[in-house]
């Protein structure tokens, strides 16, 4: 199946960054460390009940640290297939993926700022203030080309926020 006529639109985390890797594999390091401390002390004294305290306190740091560590290696990825009117959210975890599929929600328009970080990013608003974060480009054109075909695509309004305070309503079909 071709993935690029399988879906409408696709909108990615994109990669994991580098920094979020090293964090979720240092948690699920200590997560084992954890789990290995549990069942020594399981080992060499059993269930005893003076050694609850340690059964009590490895088990909470395991849990601790698997939960910052999905959290953290956990990418989104969301697709959007108008034929069926279904949104896709698929979470990654390494080699591993889980869908959630929900109705599409009632999307409002695409908007196009320049952010803190110099780059202008593309964002889908839907239901108010609730967005998804598409992408980002370096040059204006870029970013406005993109929302311009994701506005065409998805016949939702397109919304030129890139200079603070004066934002601007376009055409999509607009050059």
Known sequence: MDAK????LVVSD????IWKAILAAFFFTM?????????????????????????????????????????????VMILIDLEKDKLISRYHLGPFSRDR????????Y?????????????????????HFRMCHFTKKIS???FA????????????????KGDSKWIEPEAA
């Open 101 to 108: 599929v929900t109705e599409i929600p009632e999307l409002e």
């Open 14 to 17: 994109g990669k994991l960054p």
């Open 143 to 145: 970013a406005m080309d």
């Open 31 to 75: 997560m084992f460390y954890h789990l290995y401390e549990f069942v020594k002390t399981l080992y060499l004294v059993g269930l005893d009940d003076k050694y609850s305290r340690v059964f009590s306190d490895s088990m909470k740091g395991f849990g601790i640290c698997i939960t910052v560590g999905v959290l953290l290696a956990t990418r």
């Open 5 to 8: 006529n399988e879906y409408e």
């Open 148 to 163: 311009r075909y994701v506005a065409k695509r998805l016949k939702i309004d397109l919304l030129d926020a890139t200079k």
């Open 110 to 130: 695409v908007a196009v700022f320049f952010d803190s970080k110099e780059r202008f990013q593309v964002n889908l608003w839907y239901k108010g203030n609730k």
